[in-house]
């Protein structure tokens, strides 16, 4: 249970910088690709299916999206947390490898097919890399902090 508390606590932290490199790397998008983000975009699609869409305006899907891809990010974290030792790399590399599976999982399988968001061979290129830069980092970042916070507690 530790480990994967570390990891949630990981995952939360590792978000930050995987944000603010995200809202970065939008901002030089060519104007026609500056459409909102994934998070968002899934967000507005999983309110729709519940019927949360009718009782928030933009600025509640914009926070909704935002408490959505931390709390994601926190709890894939958590995941890492049990698997990280099972992984025979240096943290960084380790938290990379992980963070493009988590890309690869929820962007070319899971996501598509629920109907939350379409295939990665819809978007355009730059997009493409724009996320899956994001993941490369907040996955060493994850693997840094959990390595780091685990030597604390040695």
Known sequence: MKRVLMGCLAGFAATVPMTAAMVWLHRRLPHEERYPLPPQEIT??????????????AEGQLGLALASHFAFG??????????????PLP????GATYGLAV????YLG????????????????????????AHLVWGPVLGVLLDRLQARTR
């Open 44 to 57: 507005e699609e999983a309110s729709k299916g519940v019927g949360l869409d009718q009782h928030t305006d």
């Open 74 to 87: 926190t709890a894939a974290g958590g995941m890492y947390g049990l698997l990280d030792e099972k992984i």
């Open 91 to 94: 943290p960084a590399l380790r």
């Open 103 to 106: 890309w690869a999982v929820n």
């Open 110 to 133: 899971l996501l598509p097919a629920a109907g939350l968001y379409r295939s990665p061979a819809q978007e355009p290129r730059r997009r493409k890399a724009l996320m899956i830069t």
